[in-house]
């Protein structure tokens, strides 16, 4: 099929390469020229494990292509809405900015039985309110709601074989379309859900609200170990045995961030309001308020450990991106730790695999370097705060040949405090004894 796709950002670049591997004819429109060249150079202009390999391959078949021009997607037939809805400047409402000026793009150059479909994550409602700007716009176009649901480090393996895929939906014309953009997926198997539009973008608010609540959850669990000195690890475990529990996001630690997760419960949140429901989801800000507090907490053990001060002392920071797998420093905690003790008057050295530029362009008072031992070396006191493999698999042992004081704040929970104590270390866990 012959495939548009407005926004080549994050979710964009990976739909755009992904649908391209898969066979169809697509072009990526953003309005960002270094974003556009970058991609037309098959240059991912972020990290996401398997994007160089598909871009570059989809590129060189010819079957993708990149424009800043938003005419390019005037032959396809099918065109996806990508781009971000960043929560608003001084509200916790979604920003449906880019969403409407993509539209407003589309709209001259759409066709009778073309299709455009939705990606973005959007307030309940939204869908509706397009499909009818392009009824009135009487092109003969049609909307669909396709939500995503990428876990970034993931992203191109859930592009081309997703666990599920939604569709909202007011005609089996649209149904037949998109089965035919994901008929790999659904030759393997794949679960396919077609519903209206008011359901279909619930389902990704739903979803990120359920992740969030059950990772607040077990923070929240991790503060009451720490009073009465259980271990919320072996908890985390022992209730994760449940099958209608689950053992995954279950890991206490300092919290989670990123560009979707911490916006979304936000803007559903206020959407909830807005449609008279608020107290509905009210707990959401109970999960959004844990979830702060833990970085807080990390602050707090760093105080605690200089008495009340870190003004000199030299803090080793393992990690700036929200999660292992990414170049994402958007609400990291990692990222808001360091900031936040450099504004204490510690000496703060942060290290990451794949984040520091991004870190520096948003926090250039801090220090960085490349190499976690470099961090390491005269440290008064280390922080782990993104659990890539390597800071996870850090030797003890060599690691206390490096620093100046034996201690560390393991703010996610994945070291062996039994290996790390043997050697002489100061092992503190968030909600572990």
């Known amino acids: 099929m012959k495939v548009s796709v407005i926004g080549c950002g994050y979710l964009g670049a990976v739909h755009a390469s992904a649908m391209a591997d898969l066979g169809h004819e697509v072009v990526g429109v953003d309005v960002d020229q270094r974003?556009?060249?970058?991609?037309?150079?098959?240059?991912?202009?972020?990290?996401?494990?398997?994007?160089?390999?598909?871009?570059?391959?989809?590129?060189?078949?010819?079957?993708?292509?990149?424009?800043?021009?938003?005419?390019?997607?005037?032959?396809?037939?099918?065109?996806?809405?990508a781009v971000g809805t960043p929560q608003t400047q001084g509200s916790a409402a979604a920003d449906m900015t880019y969403v409407e000026a993509a539209l407003d793009g589309l709209l001259p150059h759409l066709k009778p039985g073309d299709l455009v479909v939705g990606k973005s994550t959007v307030p309940v409602g939204t869908a509706q309110k397009l499909a009818d700007v392009i009824e009135a716009s009487g092109t003969g176009a049609s909307l669909a709601w396709n939500p995503e649901f990428l876990r970034e480090g993931f992203a191109v393996q859930d592009t081309l074989t997703p666990d599920r895929l939604v569709y909202g939906v007011e005609n089996d014309s649209a149904t037949e379309i998109l089965d035919e953009v994901y008929a790999d997926a659904l030759s393997k198997g794949t679960p396919r859900i077609v519903t209206d539009f008011a359901t279909a973008e619930l389902v990704k608010v739903a979803a990120n609200a359920f992740?969030?609540?059950?990772?607040?959850?077990?923070?929240?669990?991790?503060?009451?170990?720490?009073?009465?000195?259980?271990?919320?690890?072996?908890?985390?475990?022992?209730?994760?045995?449940?099958?209608?529990?689950?053992?995954?996001?279950?890991?206490?630690?300092?919290?989670?961030?990123?560009?979707?997760?911490?916006?979304?419960?936000?803007?559903?949140?206020?959407?909830?309001?807005?449609?008279?429901?608020?107290?509905?989801?009210?707990?959401?800000?109970?999960?959004?308020?844990?979830?702060?507090?833990?970085?807080?907490?990390?602050?707090?053990?760093?105080?605690?450990?200089?008495?009340?001060?870190?003004?000199?002392?030299?803090?080793?920071?393992?990690?700036?991106?929200?999660?292992?797998?990414?170049?994402?420093?958007?609400?990291?905690?990692?990222?808001?730790?360091?900031?936040?003790?450099?504004?204490?008057?510690?000496?703060?050295?942060?290290?990451?695999?794949?984040?520091?530029?991004?870190?520096?362009?948003?926090?250039?008072?801090?220090?960085?370097?490349?190499?976690?031992?470099?961090?390491?070396?005269?440290a008064d006191l280390v922080l782990l705060v993104t659990e890539w493999d390597e800071y996870k698999n850090l030797s003890?042992?060599?690691?206390?040949?490096?620093?100046?004081?034996?201690?560390?704040?393991?703010?996610?929970?994945?070291?062996?405090?039994?290996?790390?104590?043997?050697?002489?270390?100061?092992?503190?866990?968030?909600g572990r004894p």
């Open 211 to 378: 992740l969030a609540t059950k990772i607040s959850f077990i923070n929240a669990m991790a503060e009451i170990s720490e009073v009465v000195g259980a271990d919320v690890t072996q908890l985390a475990d022992a209730i994760g045995h449940d099958v209608r529990i689950g053992r995954k996001f279950l890991n206490a630690g300092i919290g989670f961030g990123g560009g979707c997760l911490p916006k979304d419960i936000r803007a559903f949140a206020a959407r909830a309001e807005e449609l008279g429901r608020g107290e509905s989801v009210a707990f959401l800000k109970q999960v959004d308020a844990i979830n702060l507090r833990r970085r807080q907490r990390v602050i707090d053990l760093a105080l605690n450990e200089f008495g009340g001060s870190v003004v000199g002392k030299r803090i080793a920071v393992l990690g700036l991106t929200f999660k292992p797998a990414s170049d994402d420093v958007r609400d990291s905690p990692a990222l808001d730790v360091a900031v936040q003790l450099h504004g204490l008057g510690a000496e703060v050295v942060a290290t990451d695999p794949q984040g520091i530029e991004n870190a520096r362009l948003r926090h250039p008072q801090l220090t960085y370097v490349d190499a976690a031992s470099e961090a390491l070396t005269g």
């Open 396 to 430: 003890a042992k060599t690691t206390g040949e490096l620093v100046q004081n034996r201690t560390i704040i393991d703010g996610r929970n994945v070291l062996d405090a039994g290996i790390w104590r043997s050697n002489d270390w100061k092992y503190i866990g968030l």
């Open 35 to 81: 974003k556009i060249d970058a991609l037309s150079a098959a240059l991912p202009p972020f990290f996401e494990p398997g994007l160089p390999e598909i871009l570059a391959s989809a590129s060189e078949s010819g079957k993708l292509r990149f424009s800043i021009d938003i005419s390019a997607v005037a032959d396809a037939t099918v065109h996806f809405i």
